[in-house]
């Protein structure tokens, strides 16, 4: 059983090893909106096995890795196969069922919204970062929309109230969708290992670095959004540092990965011709195409079923840098 007092205590121990909770959260690699709801006590489920291992590991020795495994309540935690089976296909299918409920009501909310409310909508889909959908409670989101809405003087109440409830079903959406598939992941890595006692997980956390337009290019460097899980193993990732996720925003790749998916990426300056690249444009321009070089002149293709998105072609006046390589997506099916 998770023994949140006791947890709450330790996170507040080690915290005052530190200068101040910003050190803390940046030693860890941990949100400090995160570790600030766990000293409050405000959340009932413990963190997931890897958030322990980087608390352990910044604990400055106050705590071990198998110390918190035991707090939170994992070190018994065993699995027979007909139990496993049970509990998966419960949770599928409850993600399926809360797929088709809000996706089928955010449609129907959508279609309410005209030409211009429906890019404000887009608007604060992008630049919200996704921590905050997933993360925050319904009252803070509330506050953290009502910031936007205070400075649309240029649209009328009703308007903004039909945004509103747009964006609320969205980020209601994200936030049970990524609590359900965290519950996937870990009962399938707690599965596998049956008994968890070493700092060895399946499970790890790669950062989603904010939007990159699949259509225009889009500003994307040193903007985190939040964090994604993802079984090293199952997708083959030999050094997970190597690699990180983007948000896609647009149509123009929409052949091979949709917008609002989460392209991974793997960091790397070169790729092959007519493979898909992050590609930086004059410095500060991001975006997702195909790549193809031909002497001093780079071509960048979409791949879209839409015909308007055309092809770019640079030549070397203009500044070209390889971020990484597109390698796989993370997206939910429609």
Avoid at 126 to 133: N, R, T, V
Avoid at 156 to 176: D, G, M, P, Q, V
Avoid at 208 to 228: F, K, M, R, T
């Amino acid at each position: 059983m998770f023994d949140k007092s006791k947890f709450a205590q330790i996170l507040k121990n080690i915290s005052e090893t530190y200068d101040n909770q910003r050190d803390f959260s940046k030693k860890s690699e941990i949100n400090r909106t995160y570790l600030s709801q766990y000293m409050n006590m405000k959340l009932d489920q413990p963190p997931k096995p890897k958030i322990l291992e980087k608390l352990a590991n910044a604990s400055h020795g106050i705590v071990t890795y198998e110390q918190l495994m035991n707090i939170c309540g994992y070190m018994n935690t065993i699995y027979s196969d007909s139990v496993f089976s049970q509990k998966l296909n419960s949770l599928e299918e409850k993600s399926k069922k809360i797929e088709k409920e809000y996706l089928n009501s955010l449609l129907s909310s959508e279609k309410k919204l005209n030409l211009e409310e429906h890019k404000i909508f887009n608007d604060l889909r992008d630049i919200i970062p996704f921590y905050k959908f997933t993360n925050y409670s319904s009252e803070e989101l509330d506050n953290e929309l009502k910031t936007y809405f205070d400075n649309m003087d240029f649209i009328n109440s009703k308007s903004k109230k039909r945004i509103f409830e747009a964006i609320k079903l969205f980020a209601n959406y994200l936030s049970y969708s990524s609590k359900i598939q965290d519950e996937i992941f870990e009962l399938k890595d707690q599965y596998n290992n049956r008994l968890r006692t070493t700092p060895k997980q399946k499970l790890i956390y790669l950062p989603i670095y904010g939007v990159i337009s699949a259509g225009q290019p889009n500003w994307v460097e040193d903007c985190i959004e939040g964090q994604l899980p993802i079984d090293p193993d199952l997708m083959g990732l030999v050094s997970p540092e190597e690699y990180f996720f983007l948000r896609v925003n647009g149509e123009s790749m929409n052949n091979i990965i949709r917008n609002g998916a989460f392209a991974l990426i793997h960091k790397q300056d070169m790729v092959e011709d007519g493979e898909i690249a992050v590609v930086l444009v004059n410095g500060y321009d991001a975006t997702l195409k195909r790549f193809t070089k031909k002497g001093d002149v780079v071509v960048l293709e979409p791949d879209s079923s839409d015909p308007s998105f055309k092809t770019q072609i640079y030549d070397k006046t203009t500044s070209i840098k390889i971020l990484g390589k597109y390698v796989g997506k993370m997206e939910i099916n429609k």
